[in-house]
């Protein structure tokens, strides 16, 4: 199976609180895996090869075989590609674990893009560091204690009938997004996402959801550049 991966890592302080961001979908844009990790104490290098080890054991793990790495930090592509020494003693045993991990697969590209358009793995990534804990959105090979968190919280969803409600409340630009709906259009979630959300609406509305159906409301708007969309998420039984 041919995976692309998005990675991102950074520290907050530089060293400082860590985290890292990791996105794998398929080469035809189904997602398999989105996910932060808290990552304690370290340096933003440290943080960028530990977010690319933890995605490459996801690999693995999801039954990967040829691999697209997409990062913005030009050291680490650079020198997981040979055109750089690694010279940081930090950085060496990190080096040498990615490029093991690297070896299994059939083929695989690690190239560097500009930040804005990881801005997916980037935003993972704060969560967790935010969160001071790991961020799981998506994990479809997801095994004990992150399978056991996942399905703690989809019980919370849909615990005690309170489906909870995310509603239209500013119709998002219709050259922009891939599947616009008009205002006062309302989505119920309970364990599972609703049909007919935009994957990039979903993706900004999923925490509040998270929250919504623990007493809690916001307004979300959605993270897709242009698209102007916004939407009140709330438990449904609160109407």
Not at 29 to 58: D, K
Not at 95 to 100: I, P, R, W
Not at 152 to 167: I, L, N, Y
């Amino acid at each position: 199976m041919d995976l692309r991966i998005h990675i991102d890592g950074g520290a907050r302080g530089n060293p400082g609180p860590a985290g890292a961001g990791v996105v794998v979908h398929t080469d035809d844009g189904v997602a398999l895996l989105e996910a932060g990790y808290y990552l304690g104490r370290m340096t933003n290098n440290q943080a960028e090869y530990t977010g690319l080890i933890r995605a490459l054991s996801a690999a693995a793990r999801l039954g990967g075989r040829r691999l697209e790495v997409v990062s913005d930090s030009e050291l680490l592509v650079r020198q997981i590609n040979g055109e750089y020494r690694v010279k940081n003693e930090q950085l060496k045993g990190l080096y040498t674990e990615a490029l093991g991990l690297l070896k299994p697969f059939e083929r695989w590209r690690v190239r560097h893009v500009r930040r804005e358009q990881n801005a997916r793995a980037d935003e993972l990534a704060n969560l967790a560091m935010d969160a001071g804990e790991d961020v799981i959105v998506i994990d479809t090979g997801s095994t004990g204690s992150v399978a056991a968190k996942a399905a703690s919280r989809g019980r919370r969803a849909a615990s005690a009938e309170a489906s909870v409600e995310a509603r239209c409340t500013k119709s998002p630009d219709v050259e922009v997004c891939p599947a616009p709906c008009n205002a006062g259009t309302k989505y119920a979630f309970t364990a599972v996402t609703p049909a007919g959300l935009c994957v990039y609406a979903a993706r900004a509305v999923i925490e509040a959801v998270v929250a919504a159906g623990e007493g809690g409301a916001a307004e979300v708007r959605c993270p897709q550049r242009g698209c102007g969309a916004r939407f009140e998420v709330r438990a449904a039984t609160e109407e």
